[in-house]
């Protein structure tokens, strides 16, 4: 859909809450075209054939599965700040001083923000799962800087799966 003013999402509220503006993970394409703005750009070539596709709003994937949107994503944000493109305009919050952004600091502002959250860590990663379902992920290096922020599909517990 074309818009002539850009959509307002705030981050802080992203990280609360899960949702990007009215977006969630499990819409369809197809709805999120009839209340959100065009993506700058989307994939091609085979990637499509196979039933993914990656559409982009600025430094933001949405990313889906034969329709369904099964994961909002950002990434590489040590070296950059958050872009929206040309439809979103973003609310930085936390974000706003990407330099800042090591888990020391993330921390300190889930805390600060009544924001609750569990720490897992694998050989390469820690990552915070947000309430919300949104990972904010890090890598185990010097600097322990956010990487990553993720929203997708939430996955059953193990525990769950094994007691089914």
């Known amino acids: 859909m074309k818009f002539n003013f850009p959509i307002a999402v705030n981050m802080h509220e992203f990280l609360k809450t899960g949702r990007f503006d009215y977006i969630e993970i499990g819409q369809s394409d197809e709805q999120i075209l009839q209340m959100f703005p065009d993506p700058d750009c989307t994939s091609q070539g085979l990637i499509v054939k196979q ?55 993330v921390l300190n502002q889930l805390i600060r923000h009544h ?25 185990k290096d010097g600097q322990q800087r ?7 599909k ?9 007691a089914v």
């Open 115 to 139: 924001i609750d959250f569990f720490k897992i860590e694998d050989a390469a990663n820690v990552i915070l799962r947000l309430q919300s379902g949104v990972d904010l992920v890090f890598e």
């Open 51 to 105: 039933g993914l596709n990656i559409w982009l709003y600025g430094n933001i994937e949405f990313h889906f599965s034969d329709g369904i949107l099964n994961q909002i994503r950002l990434e590489h944000l040590p070296f950059g700040s958050l872009d929206g493109g040309r439809s979103i305009l973003l609310h930085p919050s936390l974000f706003g001083q990407p330099e800042k952004l090591n888990l020391n600091f």
């Open 154 to 162: 939430a996955a059953l517990p193990q525990w769950l799966l094994e």
């Open 146 to 152: 956010l990487n990553t922020v993720c929203k997708r």
